[in-house]
C-alpha cells in the first residue's frame, strides 16, 4: 500500500468513538480501519510505554492497539473468526500488522501519525485502552511467558532490569523467558562490580568458588582473579553462599 500523506489529515474528537453515534451496532470493515485508532496507543512526546499483561512486561509504541480479538468481536459486532480473517487480509495489504500474540495481540497501524510537538490534552499513558475484562479475556498459550519486572528485579538485584528489558522488548518482536533471561546475564556481565576498600586503599574481593578473602593492588589483579582457584572475584562473600545454596537446591 503506498504511504499516506502525513502532513494534511482531519482531527476527529476522541469523544466521537465512545459516542453512541459511532459505536451502535455492527461495524462495517470501513468503520473497523477507522476504529482501530481510536484504540491505539498515543503519546505527546511520541514515547511508547510499558503495560503489564497477566505479570507479563510488554512494550507498546505510539500506534499500536492492545486489543484480544474476543474484546473487537464485542466492541464491533464481529465474531472472533470474522476478526480473524479481518485483521489478516488487512494485514496483508499493509494497513497494519499483528506484530505479537502473546501474552496479548498487538496490532501496529502503519500509517500513525507521530505528534510533530510536545503539549496538547492527550495525557501519555499506560495501557489506557484495557478494560476490566482484558486479562480475563485474552490468556494466549504457545509461547513461554515473560516473567514480572518485580521477579527478574529479584534474580539481578545488580541490574538496572526498567531499562534493560525495555530495550530488550524494542530489539525482538518475539520476547521469551529463556532470552530476556540471556539478555539480563549479558548486562549483569557488562557492569563492572564495585569492591569496597579498605580504610588505607586497598581493595576488599573473595574468591568467587571458595570464599577466600583477598587485597587484590590493581586492576590487573583484579582481573587476574582470585590466586587460590584462579576463578574471578566477587564483591561479597553472600553471592557465594547464594549461589552455593541454590546449586545445592538444583542438585537435590
Not at 77 to 94: M, R
Not at 176 to 181: I, W
Request: hydrophobic letters at 25%; charged letters at 35%; glycine letters at 6%.
Amino acid at each position: 500500500m503506498k504511504d499516506w500523506d502525513k502532513e494534511l489529515f482531519i482531527r476527529v474528537p476522541k469523544d466521537l468513538f465512545d459516542d453512541p453515534l459511532w459505536n451502535n451496532g455492527e461495524f462495517t470493515k470501513k468503520e473497523a480501519s477507522f476504529d482501530l485508532y481510536s484504540l491505539a496507543h498515543d503519546s505527546p512526546n511520541n514515547k511508547g510505554a510499558i503495560v503489564d499483561i497477566n505479570e507479563v512486561p510488554v512494550l507498546i509504541k505510539p500506534g499500536d492497539v492492545i486489543r484480544g480479538y474476543r474484546s473487537l468481536s464485542e466492541r464491533w459486532g464481529w465474531s472472533t473468526k470474522k476478526v480473524g480473517k479481518f485483521l489478516k487480509d488487512y494485514s496483508e495489504l499493509g494497513y497494519f500488522r499483528v506484530i505479537r500474540k502473546h501474552p496479548c495481540t498487538v496490532i501496529r497501524l502503519a500509517c500513525w501519525i507521530p505528534r510533530r510537538k510536545h503539549g496538547g490534552n492527550t495525557a501519555e499513558t499506560e495501557g489506557r485502552q484495557l478494560d476490566s475484562n482484558y486479562n480475563k479475556n485474552n490468556k494466549e498459550s504457545g509461547n513461554e511467558s515473560l516473567l514480572s519486572f518485580d521477579k527478574y528485579q529479584k534474580q539481578f538485584p545488580d541490574v538496572d532490569v526498567n531499562k534493560s528489558l525495555n530495550k530488550y522488548l524494542d530489539y525482538t518482536d518475539n520476547p521469551t523467558q529463556e532470552g530476556a533471561t540471556r539478555w539480563l546475564k549479558h548486562e549483569k556481565r557488562k557492569k563492572k562490580p564495585e569492591f569496597r576498600k579498605t580504610p588505607t586503599g586497598y581493595t576488599i574481593a573473595y574468591c568467587s568458588k571458595c570464599g577466600h578473602k583477598e587485597f587484590p593492588n590493581n586492576e590487573r589483579q583484579i582481573r587476574e582473579g582470585s590466586s587460590c582457584c584462579r576463578v574471578e572475584y566477587v564483591p561479597k562473600r553472600e553471592e557465594i553462599v547464594n549461589a552455593t545454596q541454590k546449586e545445592r537446591k538444583r542438585l537435590l
